[in-house]
């Protein structure tokens, strides 16, 4: 099974940028969807965006659509995902996740779309 570890998080100002890493092991990385979840706490994990197996489709939350941007580079089995004008409310735990569905579809966006998950790493917003 593939193993998930999250890297990058850190304290920011509002209005400033970040970016976090999720890297795979012990699986064929270009095999699975790559999401990224976000849970406050007292709140429920909620989807951020997520990315195609070839890179070429990405999705977004309404809330970070335009301010985030995700990549991957399946020759170093690492997804990114890259947080611009950041918010007090993007404050949270981020996660990502693999998914061994083919395609991007409306169920992305949900937690059952997926099938392994990392630790998590902090990204905290300072207002």
């Known amino acids: 099974q593939i193993k998930l570890v999250e890297s990058g998080g850190g304290l920011v100002q509002t209005g400033g940028s970040l970016t976090v890493s999720c890297a795979a092991s012990?699986?064929?990385?270009?095999?699975?969807?790559i999401g990224w979840f976000r849970q406050a706490p007292g709140k429920e994990r909620e989807f951020v965006a997520a990315?195609?197996?070839?890179?070429?489709?990405?999705l977004f939350a309404d809330s970070v659509e335009g301010r985030f941007r995700i990549s991957r580079d399946n020759a170093r089995n690492t997804v990114t995902l890259q947080m611009n004008n950041l918010l007090p409310e993007d404050t949270a735990a981020y996660f990502c996740?693999?998914?061994?569905?083919?395609?991007?579809?409306?169920?992305?966006?949900?937690?059952?779309?997926?099938?392994?998950w990392g630790q998590g790493t902090q990204v905290t917003v300072s207002s």
């Open positions: 012990g699986g064929t990385f270009s095999r699975y969807i």
């Open positions: 996740a693999a998914s061994q569905q083919s395609a991007i579809t409306t169920d992305t966006m949900t937690r059952a779309f997926y099938d392994y």
């Open positions: 990315i195609s197996r070839s890179g070429g489709v990405p």
